[in-house]
């Protein structure tokens, strides 16, 4: 059987790290790996393919940014080419960015059967892009993994049949477990030993510069507390620029590479995001999570984790943040299956088909 993967984001890339790794040992599957380069910095990409050992993908689509249509229409003009002469019997996505739900597109109309890992998440907010994808995938696609019970239950209310659907756990975690000990390992260099670690790439929360100015002036305020670290995706950092708020008192860097990334993650007092993949990361680590978003695709951070949604609240950050502070942090636990060996579940259960 011939499994050929597509990636172009930099989330894909945790995701299909371990499915490679765990679909080697089954010398009855070849396996191939397409790159759309929806994601194309070298910070945002290669450093990942090195640092979780992906090899160099077969073909590489070039794609680069634009908008929504124009990025998911060249996806699949570039990708329908590459299907066709390369006739795999299973085509693999992973997430909900615009290079799954493209791919997927495309399969579907040529009859190749579609495996989507990580199926079944739902914010039920039309507004995010990644929902409008993850719908869409979800009902083209033949084979479902889900990371939580939520994900089968969501599929089920959406009329997926249950002989589709297998709950394999977080692949996400897989490649946290793996590379932890190498996080672990890593010198922090001079940070204190309380700080807080953001990201934020959402367009509702990057897009508009009232709401970016807001988030902005809230993390200037808190940094005359506690140190703020801001690994700065490119998006953001080109809103920042093009609204010309000044920032110069936050520890911006550059997008860090995943073991940096990891490390910072793991020591950090708190997180505020509003990335889907950390909330999952830092239910798993245990540290506190504060999330500046309304509403999640993954409840169980919020159920189970240590993860607490403030959406664009300055109020409700700034409470939660000194709960945090006085160690009156919400406590989690690590939800059924993110234990490190989802890829190889999914590896078994394709090897079987
Ligand atoms: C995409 C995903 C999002 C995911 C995020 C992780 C979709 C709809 N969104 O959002 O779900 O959480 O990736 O990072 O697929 N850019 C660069 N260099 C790069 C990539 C992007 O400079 O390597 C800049 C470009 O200006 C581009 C912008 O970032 O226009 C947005 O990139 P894009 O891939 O369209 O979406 P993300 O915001 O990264």
Request: glycine letters at 6%; a neutral charge.
């Amino acid at each position: 059987m011939h499994i050929l993967h597509v990636v172009g984001a930099r989330p894909n890339l945790m995701k299909v790290a371990p499915v490679l790794g765990a679909l080697k040992h089954y010398s009855n599957i070849k396996q191939s790996l397409v790159h759309t380069g929806q994601h194309y910095d070298t910070n945002m990409s290669d450093v990942f393919f090195q640092q979780l050992e992906i090899p160099a993908p077969d073909v590489n689509l070039g794609v680069g940014s634009g908008s929504h249509a124009r990025q998911t229409a060249e996806i699949m003009t570039r990708f329908e080419p590459v299907v066709l002469e390369r006739k795999p019997d299973m085509v693999l996505v992973y997430g909900d960015v615009n290079s799954t739900v493209a791919a997927a597109l495309v399969c579907s109309k040529l009859l190749i059967q579609v495996g989507h890992v990580e199926a079944g998440l739902r914010s039920r907010d039309r507004t995010m892009p990644e929902e409008i994808n993850r719908l869409v995938t979800d009902q083209l696609a033949d084979i479902l993994f889900t990371p939580s019970s939520d994900g089968d239950e969501n599929l089920a209310r959406e009329g997926v049949p249950s002989s589709k659907i297998h709950m394999v756990g977080n692949v996400m975690i897989d490649s946290l477990v793996r590379l932890l000990p190498a996080a672990i390992k890593k010198d922090l260099n001079g940070l204190p030993n309380r700080y807080v670690l953001v990201t934020l790439h959402r367009p509702a929360n990057v897009d508009d510069d009232r709401t970016l100015k807001s988030i902005l002036e809230c993390l200037l305020d808190l940094n005359t507390q506690l140190k703020v670290v801001f690994p700065v995706h490119p998006r953001t950092r080109q809103r920042i620029a093009d609204f010309g708020i000044d920032v110069a008192q936050l520890d911006l860097r550059e997008p860090l590479p995943y073991i940096e990334f990891l490390a910072l993650q793991r020591r950090a007092t708190a997180v505020v995001t509003d990335s889907g993949g950390i909330q999952e990361e830092t239910t798993f680590l245990k540290v506190p999570c504060l999330t500046l978003r309304s509403n999640t695709e993954r409840p169980v951070t919020i159920l189970q984790g240590t993860n607490i949604l403030v959406g664009q609240n300055r109020d409700a950050l700034r409470t939660e943040l000194s709960k945090i502070l006085d160690g009156k942090q919400k406590q989690g636990s690590i939800p059924p299956l993110w234990d490190g060996r989802a890829g190889e579940r999914i590896a078994g259960i394709l090897s079987k088909l």
